[in-house]
């Protein structure tokens, strides 16, 4: 969905008449494991950091949250939606990034969203973007971000 659609979101559903919680609060664990649906989650969230999610305590309450974020918006056209998949040239450049390295790549101060591209594009690897110069970065991220980023890197901030 993020490869073909401005807001990919993941729709979570709860029964009627159930708890509105994924796991009981004491059985909370902050090691990751595979079973775990926050930890399947928590990955699914750092890997597509675009990707919405939408809580739903019951059918009725989609309904409703759909009626609202519907609000204003024209009909969807079912043709266009069904193509989107099929035409390579929707598809975004970050699907022909790897997902955890971007993930790496925008958590580093001053990388973002609309320059990361640009940073991968002109780095080929993490070790390349450490050892490059700060004019080098200010070419790609421009002054202010570079800053942040050149001296995160240097370890500049904590003198």
């Given at each position: 969905m993020i490869a073909h659609y401005s807001y990919a979101v993941l729709l979570i559903e709860f029964e009627?008449?159930?708890?509105?919680?994924l796991q009981a609060i004491g059985s909370l664990n902050p090691d990751i494991a595979v079973n775990s649906i926050n930890?399947?989650?928590?990955?699914?969230?750092?890997?597509?950091?675009?990707?919405?999610?939408?809580?739903?305590?019951?059918?009725?309450?989609?309904?409703n949250i759909f009626t609202e974020l519907k609000r204003d918006a024209a009909e969807p056209d079912i043709d266009r939606a069904v193509a989107m998949g099929q035409d390579d040239s929707?598809?975004?450049k970050e699907s022909i990034y790897a997902s955890h390295?971007?993930?790496?790549?925008?958590?580093?101060?001053?990388?973002?969203?609309?320059?990361?591209?640009?940073?991968?594009n002109?780095?080929?690897?993490i070790?390349?973007?450490?050892?490059?110069?700060?004019d080098d970065l200010v070419s790609v991220l421009g002054m202010e971000a570079?800053?942040?980023?050149?001296?995160?890197i240097r370890n500049s901030s904590a003198n």
């Open positions: 009627m008449n159930t708890l509105f919680s930890s399947q989650l928590t990955i699914l969230v750092l890997t597509f950091p675009r990707l919405r999610i939408v809580w739903s305590s019951s059918p009725y309450e989609t309904a929707s598809v975004e390295p971007i993930a790496l790549l925008q958590s580093l101060p001053g990388v973002t969203l609309r320059n990361y591209q640009a940073l991968a002109k780095f080929k690897s070790s390349d973007i450490c050892a490059a110069s700060k570079a800053i942040k980023l050149y001296e995160f």
